[in-house]
């Protein structure tokens, strides 16, 4: 059982950046896959990032790709979203989600695949 808090959203001009943080509660952080995923009004949750255990696999989506960056802290027991160059488009409820990966550089992309989800954190971009 893990617990997922996120922070850091707010809102932000076009053009500008903010970095999200999701804080997990957990003793066996490194056992966990993780990943953001976000859910804009009418539409369905979509994965953004994702990371392996050890962080070395990351993926992207092709909408975030170059301007977003995912990494982890496995001493701080927390993930991060740093994001650049904010669109209109990346307006948002953005959420961290974990699951027990066996394999070191294993992620998924379905909402399925995660057991774990923090509350949500709002991103807002304005034109």
């Known amino acids: 059982q893990v617990q997922l808090v996120e922070s850091g959203g707010g809102l932000v001009q076009a053009g500008g950046s903010l970095r999200l943080s999701c804080a997990a509660s957990?003793?066996?952080?490194?056992?966990?896959?993780l990943a953001w995923f976000r859910q804009a009004p009418g539409k369905e949750r979509d994965v953004v990032a994702r990371?392996?255990?050890?962080?070395?696999?990351?993926y992207y989506s092709d909408s975030v790709k170059g301007r977003f960056t995912i990494s982890r802290d496995n001493s701080k027991d927390t993930m991060y979203l740093q994001m650049n160059s904010l669109k209109p488009e990346d307006t948002a409820v953005y959420y961290c989600?974990?699951?027990?990966?066996?394999?070191?550089?294993?992620?998924?992309?379905?909402?399925?695949?995660?057991?774990?989800w923090g509350q949500g954190t709002q991103v807002t971009v304005s034109s």
């Open positions: 990371i392996s255990r050890n962080g070395g696999t990351r």
């Open positions: 989600a974990a699951n027990i990966a066996t394999g070191y550089g294993t992620t998924w992309s379905a909402p399925s695949r995660y057991a774990y």
């Open positions: 957990t003793r066996t952080f490194t056992s966990y896959a």
